[in-house]
């Protein structure tokens, strides 16, 4: 089966609501507008059949409002912090995407990206399938990519 951009948009917003108890809206626009407003990222590799990932990418503010949904801190949180709920939510997200891919595949653990690399990430690679979301003020983008 081929994963497609409602099956990301399904599973990042199961993940709004049962996991951080945020709502992940829906964003109408072109996803490819948004790269330069990106200074994280979540990937997890997959390998096998398929050659790619998982990224999840976001701004500062969005990064915060998930690391706050998920561990339910107010107030500043370090990179550290942000960097792994990054890496968590793209782990599972991936995770439970993962049985829906054709072939033998396998996912790397998840790993955090920040700065001028998010921007470029997958610059290379073809987006399979894109879910973007308005979330606290910002853009929040889940993407699939083959290498």
Same mark, same amino acid.
């Given at each position: 089966?081929?994963?497609?951009? =409602?099956?990301?948009?399904?599973?990042?917003?199961?993940?709004?609501?049962?996991?951080?108890?945020?709502?992940?809206?829906? +964003?109408?626009?072109? #996803?490819?507008?948004?790269?330069?407003?990106?200074?994280?990222? %979540?990937?997890?590799?997959?390998? %096998?059949?398929?050659?790619?990932?998982? *990224?999840?990418?976001?701004?500062?503010?969005? #990064?915060? *409002? @998930? *690391?706050?949904?998920?561990?339910?801190?107010?107030?500043? @949180?370090?990179?550290?912090?942000?960097?792994?709920?990054?890496?968590?939510?793209?782990?599972? #997200?991936?995770?439970?995407?993962?049985?829906?891919?054709?072939?033998?595949? =396998?996912?790397?653990? #998840?790993?955090?990206?920040?700065?001028? *690399?998010?921007?470029?990430?997958?610059?290379?690679?073809?987006?399979?399938? +894109?879910?973007?979301?308005?979330?606290?003020?910002?853009?929040?983008?889940?993407?699939?990519? +083959?290498?």
């Amino acid at each position: 089966m081929a994963i497609e951009d =409602s099956h990301l948009e399904h599973a990042m917003r199961t993940l709004g609501t049962s996991l951080l108890d945020l709502e992940l809206t829906p +964003r109408i626009g072109d #996803a490819m507008d948004l790269s330069g407003g990106f200074a994280w990222a %979540g990937v997890a590799q997959v390998s %096998g059949d398929f050659k790619g990932g998982f *990224a999840i990418r976001c701004g500062t503010q969005v #990064a915060e *409002a @998930l *690391a706050q949904g998920l561990l339910q801190e107010t107030g500043k @949180l370090s990179d550290d912090v942000l960097q792994g709920t990054l890496i968590e939510l793209t782990f599972l #997200a991936a995770g439970a995407l993962l049985p829906l891919m054709d072939g033998q595949v =396998s996912l790397a653990p #998840a790993r955090a990206m920040q700065g001028a *690399a998010v921007t470029s990430l997958g610059s290379t690679s073809k987006v399979e399938a +894109r879910s973007t979301h308005d979330v606290a003020g910002g853009t929040l983008e889940f993407s699939l990519f +083959r290498s």
